[in-house]
């Protein structure tokens, strides 16, 4: 069965880098793009990255552009979050969740991890 | 303010019909991109609910169905279960932003 755990959140400083891990198991890994979605507590869901299978294609929301990294590596089937001068405002539980085939439909999550926390504070 | 806009709340007895709206625009739902529906138990990871507009995965009841037109879409819930109270969200991709968008997300009480 398909299962993704997510793990590295923490509490850290405003300013501070952070990095997010996803191991990925019960599918072939290398064959699916991958996203990142946070959801701040007491809010609703927020999209942060995509990359594709191949690691070749990667896309961003607005508000982590620049800041924020998303990487794979197929070879140990995991799945990272580079965040870099992290804001109060990133405070959020970050899932990891698969991507359904584009041939099938775009953009969409059929598979999530259960999320770790991540708490920017001084 | 989500780029997809739905309601706050909706409620509903048990044994009756729902329904959630997800209003978009001509960048996002209007050009033609799929909306997917995700359901949010309290403290659990969303789930994913309907793909592909119309779409259920496997072990998704035939209560839960989806529907789009225009730039909009709905997600219908008929005969409702106390199991069904939980945050529901909408998804698209928008070509002005060049990803992919939620819905503000919708909480469902069962009355």
């Known amino acids: 069965q398909v299962q993704l755990v997510e793990s590295g959140g923490g509490v850290v400083p405003p300013g501070r880098s952070l990095r997010l891990s996803c191991a990925a198991s019960?599918?072939?890994?290398?064959?699916?793009?991958m996203h990142w979605v946070r959801q701040a507590p007491g809010t609703g869901l927020e999209w942060v990255a995509i990359?594709?299978?191949?690691?070749?294609?990667?896309y961003y929301g607005d508000s982590v552009k620049g800041r924020f990294t998303i990487s794979r590596d197929n070879s140990k089937n995991t799945l990272f979050l580079q965040m870099n001068n992290l804001r109060p405002e990133d405070s959020a539980v970050y899932y990891c969740?698969?991507?359904?085939?584009?041939?099938?439909?775009?953009?969409?999550?059929?598979?999530w991890g259960q999320g770790t926390l991540v708490t920017v504070s001084s | 303010q989500s780029v997809l806009t739905q309601p706050p709340s909706v409620s509903g007895a048990p044994g009756q019909r729902v329904t959630i709206s997800c209003t978009g625009s001509?960048?996002?739902?209007?050009?033609?991109?799929?909306i997917h529906w995700y359901q949010q138990l309290p403290g659990t990871a969303p789930k994913l609910l309907i793909y592909?507009?119309?779409n259920r995965p496997s072990g998704v009841p035939d209560r839960f169905s989806g529907s789009k037109s225009g730039t909009s879409a709905s997600l219908a819930i008929t005969g409702l279960q106390a199991e069904d109270e939980a945050d529901y969200y909408c998804?698209?991709?928008?070509?002005?932003?060049?990803?992919?968008?939620f819905g503000g997300g919708t909480k469902l009480t069962v009355l």
């Open positions: 969740a698969r991507d359904m085939p584009p041939t099938i439909t775009l953009f969409c999550c059929d598979y």
């Open positions: 019960g599918f072939t890994f290398s064959t699916y793009g």
């Open positions: 990359i594709s299978n191949d690691g070749s294609n990667k």
């Open positions: 001509s960048s996002n739902i209007g050009s033609g991109y799929d």
């Open positions: 592909g507009n119309t």
């Open positions: 998804q698209s991709y928008d070509s002005s932003l060049s990803g992919s968008v």
